[in-house]
């Protein structure tokens, strides 16, 4: 019976069988708390959040319009009597071709056909016409691309801040892809043009808790009924900047999509500001003295925005900072805290967290004030200027059209880190945080894919 004993090692193979016979019930018990953990943990531990593709909307040809384009429609709408009726307020026009030429957007902009005919069609039907025209022509592609059938969709969410007619943008959706019965839908206004953020951020909450689905994130807004009519110059400026533009963004919880997916979501951060007064003041919807509605910018926006930002990257930090810029961080707090309140905050290097920054085209300002503030290169931000240059403000999907160009230029590899920051009304500043699951292609229909070899232009100052 030499097999019973393990030459040299001192182990009976025998009194070990006799040992797990006599004491199975015991070790029976044992495992069972360990199973039931491990169980409670996969069951518990976030689900991966994927992001299949998306799609922005390219805006037909004959909606572009230069700045001499749009200046001689301000002087028609003028001399018509749709504006302002009197003479002496010509100054309105100039100051609005003075923000223009020092906006950095360029002569290939589109706005809708209601803004281009006289008289101007500022009505629902005007409004909803727009608003359908970018949604489903982004919602269209999106389907082409990704293979995926309206009724898989479990998962609805949009946003658009100044339009919210009923029924909402998301019933509007459903109707027309005839979404299933049970759909969790959402539709969030008045959010600003960080909102787009906050629709990733509910729809990942959502993927957490109804699993092997797919949500749909649709960001957008309305240009024909934003435009200002009105002589309050700080109303004027959003006439400026804001554009046609929209995109539809296809996640999923499945684990089998990760092979085709583009990207996985790491993390958002939402800081949200409005319980000061001055956050919640400096971007306002309201009439003017004439009753005109238009959009207030105060001239507390730039300090609130800075506050904002600084918080946001607070909460950021730890989370995709390496340790050595944690601790550097830290140190200058303590420091500045305790012994030396003059002290600069110390600015992380976020260079070192991500490789692409999509940096909401909000204006020149802003994407130069980011630039400075984290330390940015030029190419850092050349996908924000561009998008700026090309589409304008196009609001919360603006970061979308970062992405996609970012896309076109060949630069995404696998393992590169993403970071989306968008700021916004009331006062918000939100970040989310994607990594490139492989070295990742511009999809069909990318809106960048007519003009990139004109891409990066040079921006005159």
């Known amino acids: 019976m030499v097999a019973l004993s393990m030459k040299g090692s001192g182990i009976n193979l025998e009194d070990l069988q006799n040992f797990f016979h006599h004491n199975l ?30 799609s922005c909307y390219l805006p037909p040809s004959h909606l572009k319009v ?9 002087r028609r709408a003028r001399e018509a009597g749709v504006c302002w009726k009197n003479k002496e307020n010509d100054y309105l026009i100039e100051f609005q071709q003075k923000i223009l030429e020092r906006s950095g957007l360029g002569q290939e902009t589109c ?10 069609q500022q009505g629902m039907a005007a409004s909803r016409k727009e608003t359908a025209e970018v949604i489903f022509g982004a919602l269209d592609n999106l389907f082409r691309n990704t293979g995926v059938k309206p009724g898989e969709i479990g998962i609805l969410v949009v946003n658009s801040s100044t339009f919210n007619p009923t029924p909402s943008l998301a019933s ?5 892809y005839k979404l299933r019965d049970n759909i969790k839908s959402l539709n969030l ?32 807004e309305n240009i024909t009924q934003n435009l200002y009519l009105g002589k309050n110059k700080s109303m004027l400026v959003t006439n400026c900047l804001f554009r046609v533009g929209g995109a539809a963004i296809l996640l999923s919880n499945r684990s089998r999509d990760r092979a085709r997916a583009k990207y996985e979501l790491l993390h958002t951060v939402r800081i949200h500001t409005g319980s000061d007064d001055r956050s919640f003041e400096c971007a306002t919807q309201e009439e003017d003295e004439d009753g005109i509605i238009g959009v207030t910018l105060t001239k507390n926006l730039p300090m609130v925005a800075a506050r904002t930002l600084k918080i946001n990257i607070a909460t950021l930090g730890p989370l995709v900072l390496p340790m050595k810029e944690k601790l550097a961080f830290f140190v200058t707090f303590l420091k500045k805290k305790y012994f030396r309140p003059e002290l600069k905050n110390y600015t992380p290097d976020f260079k070192l967290a991500f490789e692409h920054f999509c940096i909401h085209a909000g204006g020149r300002a802003l994407i130069d004030e980011l630039e400075k503030n984290l330390k940015l290169s030029p190419l850092h931000v050349e996908a924000s200027r561009m998008t700026l240059h090309r589409f304008g403000n196009t609001s919360s999907s603006s970061i979308w059209y970062e992405l996609a160009y970012t896309e076109a230029k060949g630069r995404m590899k696998e393992g590169d880190r993403i970071w989306q920051i968008a700021l916004g009304s009331g006062f918000k500043c939100n970040s989310s945080v994607w990594v490139a699951l492989r070295n990742v292609k511009p999809s069909v229909h990318n809106p960048w894919e007519d003009c990139m070899d004109r891409y990066p232009v040079e921006i005159d100052i």
């Open 111 to 120: 706005i809708p056909e209601g803004l281009q005919c006289f008289p101007l």
């Open 66 to 74: 230069s700045v001499k384009t749009l200046m001689e429609h301000a």
């Open 172 to 176: 509007m959706i459903v109707n027309k």
């Open 189 to 220: 206004g008045g959010m600003g043009c960080s909102a787009g953020v906050i629709a990733i951020d509910v729809a990942k909450g959502l993927l957490q808790v109804h699993r092997n689905t797919y949500a749909i994130v649709v960001s957008t």
């Open 25 to 54: 019930e015991t070790i029976t018990l044992l495992s069972f708390p360990l199973l039931f953990l491990l169980t409670i943990y996969m069951l518990s531990r976030p689900k991966p959040v994927y992001l299949v593709d998306f």
